[in-house]
Antibody, heavy 123, light 108 residues
């Protein structure tokens, strides 16, 4: 059974860079069967897809965040990461990593999620 | 641009009752729709994909239906662990907005 676990600082200052890592166990990122993704949820609000990455390193970002987002994959550690630059209070959210099913490289639905990690942007 | 709406925003249900809620897309998404359940403080959990297929381990009281622009999730007999927020997600159009705003189910 696949498990995902987010880690990273819970507090980031405005204008700085948010960095999170998702460790995957019970499945190999290298298998190529899935995409690996980040989703966030601001306090009291709905879900917003941030981006996803393939084991090869190919990335796909939400256009509204594209200028500030980067994702990386480390297949040797079976983990992937997210960086978000120039953060503001609007980036305060719970950040989830999730496994994204795919069919012929078309993304489908999120079938496994990490527990989420709270990130607060504040000075 | 595709817009996903869910109704009602909030649904009050007594344990044991039937609960039905809707997800609507502004353009056809065929059957490429998933449903998730999120309890407070937890991650969403996949319930249904391809509009009507239950994910692994999901009880039979959950059923999904619909295609095109209109979709329904039904819980035949609500249990205490079913309260929370239900989100739908379309995956026919990426990278556009994919999640609906959610329906909150609380205790009547």
């Amino acid at each position: 059974q696949v498990q995902l676990q987010e880690s990273g600082p819970g507090l980031v200052k405005p204008s700085q860079t948010l960095s999170l890592t998702c460790a995957v166990s019970g499945a190999s990122i290298n298998s190529g069967d899935y995409f690996w993704s980040w989703i966030r949820q601001p306090p009291g609000k709905g879900l917003e897809w941030v981006g996803y990455i393939y084991y090869s390193g190919s990335t796909y970002y939400n256009p509204t965040l594209q200028s500030r987002v980067s994702m990386f994959v480390d297949t040797s550690k079976n983990q992937f990461s997210l960086t978000l630059t120039s953060v503001t209070a609007a980036d305060t959210a719970v950040y989830f990593c999730a496994r994204l099913s795919q069919d012929f490289r078309d993304p489908y639905y999120f079938d496994s999620w990490g527990q989420g990690t709270q990130v607060t942007v504040s000075s | 641009e595709i817009v996903i709406t869910q109704s009602p925003a909030t649904l009050s249900v007594s344990p044991g009752e039937r609960a039905t809620f809707s997800c609507r897309a502004s353009q056809s998404v065929n059957k490429k729709l998933a449903w998730y359940h999120q309890k407070p403080g937890q991650a969403p959990r996949l319930l249904i994909y391809d509009a009507s297929i239950r994910a692994t381990g999901i009880p039979a009281r959950f059923s999904g239906s619909g295609s095109g622009t209109e979709f329904t999730l039904t819980i035949s007999s609500l249990q205490s662990e079913d309260f929370g927020v239900y989100f739908c997600q379309q995956y026919n159009y990426w990278p556009l907005d994919i999640f609906g705003p959610g329906t909150k189910v609380d205790i009547k």
